[in-house]
């Protein structure tokens, strides 16, 4: 199960372009002063040339260094275009003209928080946590740099730090948006997992309670593994940014930090995957079962990274299913006797997650639907174009324009497709 991720990082991208460019009286000279060059750099911010205002606020700047207000307007033009490549998807080329704005004005906490928070979303852990920290040397007062930087530190496994981070925040801003949830949610995780151990592998951290220790977790690391190298090579030797995070509990300890009911077996929440090990009872899942577990949760950590996190809920967790499970016989025929029951809904009404507004049943054949859908696509048209699918929704393409180009359909062909499918399927 995917239960969904940070998103409220990306509040901060639009802020940048909110400071107004002052334009300096235009003085007479031979050929064009600073002045004269920044002027046009206005203008050509002003008309969303990003590029161009870049260019000739940095000639501006060359002629004359040490005008705030020029490295100011140089600094705005960087941010802005920055902000303007992540609203196309390009966050990769949004970090390196950061980084190159870093090089002239190293001074400015404004990039840092930025380059911070693309590097979260990039899932790139330590460059974030590096540029954050040094935001806040520069802005000791900024709570979108501390808030960043707690959940930069959640993200690499230390949830004191983020708790400290978080803390600090609500002092200052209680009101921030998305901050209380998800201080409450490391609060509860830090009451379950304060004694927990740790351990690892090439490309996870687990860390578990003492119920799991021994033979449980290096299965637990093996199986991981596995599922990397598999799932990756089905998705064209595709790889997240590692480690991974994993957290492995009793049946109880789960449900206290995930606040999740009995019918969820995992979760990847955006930050880590978290799996119990061990039921009610006491009692250590059998192995198929674990795999089928960390194989789901893991796909979602593929899809995460191949679509930026705008993938909808049916193909999120149609994948999950397909790559961890078989649809088996009594899957479908709860899917055929829907299909005769005309109950099924479109596959564009399972775009927003349904856990909240479905009863179990119901979300049981949500999770088969989507399940089926995917299997035709990818029989169809082979894991490739899923692979395609992804990438076009982390570009920012709407879900059905991505469909149409990844597979020739629209929702409504492929509602009949997935019906068809249902019938034929053995």
């Known amino acids: ?29 031979s050929g064009q002063s600073g002045n004269e060059l920044n002027a046009q750099g206005v203008e050509y911010y002003n008309a969303g040339q990003w590029e161009s205002a870049i260019q000739a606020f940095e000639q501006a700047n060359a002629k004359d260094p040490s005008n705030a207000v020029i490295s100011t307007n140089l600094s705005n033009a960087f941010q802005a275009y ?4 992540v609203s196309t998807g390009d966050v990769s080329q949004a970090i390196k003209y950061l980084e190159r704005l870093l090089k002239i004005d190293p001074s400015n906490s ?28 520069l802005a000791p007062g900024n709570t979108d740099a501390h808030f960043l ?17 978080w803390e600090w925040v609500y ?41 799991a220790e021994g033979q449980l977790v290096r299965s637990v690391l093996r199986i991981l593994e596995n599922g990397y190298r598999e799932i990756g090579r089905a998705f064209g030797h595709i790889y997240p940014p590692t ?53 789901h949760e893991y796909v979602h950590v593929m899809v995460r990274h191949l679509s930026k996190d705008n993938a909808p809920w049916w193909i999120n967790e149609g994948l999950a299913e397909a790559l961890s499970t078989e649809l088996g016989a009594t899957e479908l025929a709860a899917l055929r006797q829907a299909r005769l029951d005309n109950s099924l809904p479109s596959l564009e009404t399972l775009e927003d997650n349904p856990l909240e507004i479905l009863d179990v049943q119901e979300l049981r054949l949500a999770y088969n639907q989507s399940h089926a859908a995917i299997m035709h696509i990818q029989n169809r048209y082979g894991m490739r174009s899923i692979t395609s699918l992804l990438q076009l929704l982390g570009e920012g393409a709407a879900v059905e324009t991505a469909l149409r180009s990844a597979s020739r359909m629209n929702y409504r062909t492929l509602d009949l497709a997935v019906q068809d499918f249902i019938v034929a399927a053995r």
Request: charge should be negative; hydrophobic fraction near 35%.
């Open 243 to 295: 480690p991974i995070q994993v957290s492995l509990y009793t049946a109880r300890d789960f449900s206290e930090s995930t606040q999740m009911g009995e019918h969820v077996g995992a979760v990847y929440d955006g930050t880590k995957i978290r799996c119990p090990v061990l039921d009610e009872q006491g009692k250590v899942l059998d192995e198929v079962e674990l795999k089928r577990r960390l194989y």
């Open 82 to 85: 920055a902000s303007s490549l």
């Open 149 to 165: 930087l707690g959940e930069a530190y959640y993200k690499d496994n230390d949830t004191t730090a983020a708790v400290d981070q």
């Open 1 to 29: 199960m995917y239960g969904g991720c940070e998103k409220y990082i990306w509040l901060f991208r639009g802020a940048v372009t909110a400071v107004l460019l002052a334009v300096l009286p235009i003085q007479a000279a």
């Open 110 to 137: 404004q990039p840092l928080i930025q380059l911070g928070a693309y590097y979260l979303h990039e899932g790139m852990v330590k460059d974030a946590i590096y540029r954050l920290e040094d935001a806040i040397e």
């Open 171 to 211: 002092r200052t801003e209680p009101d921030k948006p998305g901050l209380k949830e998800r201080l409450e949610s490391a609060l509860r995780e830090e009451r379950v997992e304060f004694d927990f151990k740790g351990d690892s592998s090439r490309n996870f951290n687990v860390t578990y309670s003492r119920e």
